[in-house]
């Protein structure tokens, strides 16, 4: 290669590559079932979710009272139950991140920071779950106190 006369090659900069680190998980068990924990609520109120859902079903269907389908399938919903809780941690197990890291991350301002599927995927906020959770939660509470009351099935 021909270098022009007076012209001085430009300098050779090292850039310094930092290896990467991962940060290392130091939610303990303890962290995650704890009272104000990441799990125990999302796990209950995704059981709420279904419970409530089910109870209104087969009340409308059969005219059945929650307390008697409580009663006539309690292996099922502790089994249902279990799963849940498992199925709340394994996100926690799978990436080796904190429940609280992924659960900040699964807001609406980080989900639809686009179109289509993510408008879309904004939907499924995690400030929103624990919401709906909540109102089964007291759903299933109330439609129970109801129906104990009323000695009938609500629906």
Do not use: C, Y
């Not at 022009?4 to 303890?30: F, M, N, R, S, Y």
């Not at 008697?68 to 279990?82: D, F, H, K, T, Y």
């Not at 890291?101 to 807001?107: P, V």
């Amino acid at each position: 290669v021909a270098r022009a006369e007076g012209v001085e090659a430009p300098a050779v900069t090292q850039v310094k590559i930092e290896p990467l680190v991962w940060t290392e998980d130091k939610e303990t068990p303890k962290d995650v079932m704890a009272f104000a924990g990441p799990a125990p609520e999302r796990a209950n109120g995704r059981a709420a979710m279904l419970a409530f859902a089910s109870f209104a079903s087969t009340e409308l269907s059969t005219h059945t009272p929650a307390l008697e389908q409580i009663s006539s399938g309690i292996v099922p919903a502790v089994l249902l139950s279990l799963t849940l809780s498992v199925a709340t941690i394994m996100p926690k197990v799978v990436s080796g991140s904190s429940l609280a890291e992924l659960h900040a991350a699964a807001s609406g301002e980080n989900l639809g920071a686009g179109d289509g599927v993510s408008k879309a995927l904004a939907l499924f906020d995690s400030n929103l779950e624990l919401w709906l959770g909540r109102l089964a939660m007291i759903g299933v509470a109330g439609l129970i106190a109801v129906e104990t009351v009323k000695g009938d099935a609500f629906f």
